[in-house]
Structure formats: C-alpha cells, structure tokens
C-alpha cells in the first residue's frame, strides 16, 4: 500500500511543494512520480525515486528509499498545477498513491 | 515517437463483458522487449493496475479483480486488448493502456494512452 501525503497543497510561487509517499513495506528505490492536469493522462517526471527525466523541469526533484519517499518541486510555476501521484514497481500488484492536489495560487 | 490509442464501448450493461483494444504506433508488439499495461481511473478508486503482458506471453492480472481481467495481443494488427467480464457499476472508469520503460514490469510507465471513459449502466 502507498499513503500519499497530503491530499492538497496550495502555495505560491515562491514556496516549495512537498509531497510524500509512504509504503507499507520497503520497495528499495523502485518508486516513480507521475504528474496528471485535468483531462490528459499520467506523465512521468521521476523515476527510481530521484532519476530525472529528459525534458522535466530541474526545479523537480525527488528523494528516499525503502519505505519514504518525497516530491519536491522549488519554485513552482502556474504550469505544476496539477494532480502527482506516486507508483510502486517493486512488487505485483504494481500500486499508486492516492494522489496530491497541487494548486499554484 | 511512440503512441497509444484506446478504442472500444463507452457503455456496458452490468453482468456484460468489456472488450477494450489498444493500438499502438511507433513500437512492434512482435519484436517489443517491453511490458505493456492496463490501468483504470475512477473518482473513488484513484489509479488502479489492471495486469500487464509482455508479447512474448508473460501475462499478471490484479488478483483483485477475482479472475475476471484478461489480457492478449494480436501482433498482426500492432494491438493488445484487455476483457473484464462480469462488470458491475463499480468498474466505470477511466480504463489507459500504458508502456513500461526498460526493466519489464519492474520500470516505470513511460509512455500512456490518453484514455477511454467506459460507463457500466443499464
């Protein structure tokens, strides 16, 4: 099971964005974050918890292993507005968090 | 680039089976080293992984779903298809196909399909 924490945030763009993702058991790092805006599909945005991914934004970043894991997004801009969910790799059945609600104000 | 397209009913009656395909373009099934994934969407449920197959014939199902989810491919037209039989109201959905990066099922989900809204209403 992964608990995503919270399930809103609201910030400004000169806060941070912090979301976390806990397992009920260690997954080593194979944990990934994906960013979902309202009618379009899930996109990834990190990957094996702070791979980054060509084309994503360095003010995205991510950290943890085992059983904790973190989203972090600095400086955020109006375009992060969106839903992140996070995903487990490490074991079937492959299961995500429950989502986090980011709104830019 | 590679693109996934999901076609198949909108509507299903209750008890009915649920055929969707997913049409893929930029990759071969036949010769693909990937995993290839179903995963739903609902309001209540979040994000839900159906099962994942891999062309060469591996094939996992959420054992949640009780046996009712079955997943093949049809190399000669490029798709792969999910069957969910028995469907309640519980499974209206927003039903995406979706790829593994390297690592089989292992990897993240690289690339997804946009998405089909299935309703289960009689």
């Known amino acids: 099971v992964l608990t995503q924490s919270p399930d809103f945030q609201s910030v400004s763009p000169k806060e941070k964005v912090t979301i976390t993702c806990r397992a009920s058991?260690?997954?080593?790092?194979?944990l990934h974050w994906y960013q979902q805006k309202p009618d379009q599909s899930p996109k990834l945005i990190m990957k094996f918890a702070s791979q980054s991914i060509s084309g994503v934004p360095s003010r995205f970043s991510g950290s943890g292993s085992g059983t904790d894991f973190t989203l972090t997004i600095n400086s955020p801009e109006p375009e992060d507005a969106a839903t992140y969910f996070c995903?487990?790799?490490?074991?079937?059945?492959?299961?995500f968090g429950g989502g986090t609600k980011v709104e830019i104000k | 680039q590679l693109q996934l397209q999901e076609s198949g009913p909108g509507l299903a009656k209750p008890s009915e089976t649920l055929s969707l395909t997913c049409s893929v373009s930029?990759?071969?099934?036949?010769?693909?080293?990937?995993?290839w994934d179903w995963i739903r969407q609902s309001p209540g449920k979040g994000l839900e992984w159906i099962g994942t197959?891999?062309?060469?014939?591996?094939?996992y199902t959420n054992l949640s779903l009780k046996s009712r989810a079955s997943i093949s491919v049809d190399t000669s037209k490029n798709q792969f298809s999910l069957e969910l039989r028995s469907v309640t109201a519980a499974d209206t959905a927003v039903y995406h196909c979706?790829?593994?990066?390297?690592?089989?099922?292992?990897?993240?989900?690289?690339?997804w399909g946009r998405g089909i809204l299935v309703t289960v209403s009689s």
């Open positions: 197959m891999y062309s060469g014939g591996n094939t």
């Open positions: 930029g990759d071969s099934l036949s010769r693909s080293t990937y995993y």
């Open positions: 995903h487990q790799s490490s074991s079937l059945p492959l299961t």
């Open positions: 979706a790829r593994h990066s390297a690592r089989g099922w292992q990897g993240d989900l690289e690339y």
């Open positions: 058991q260690s997954i080593g790092n194979s």
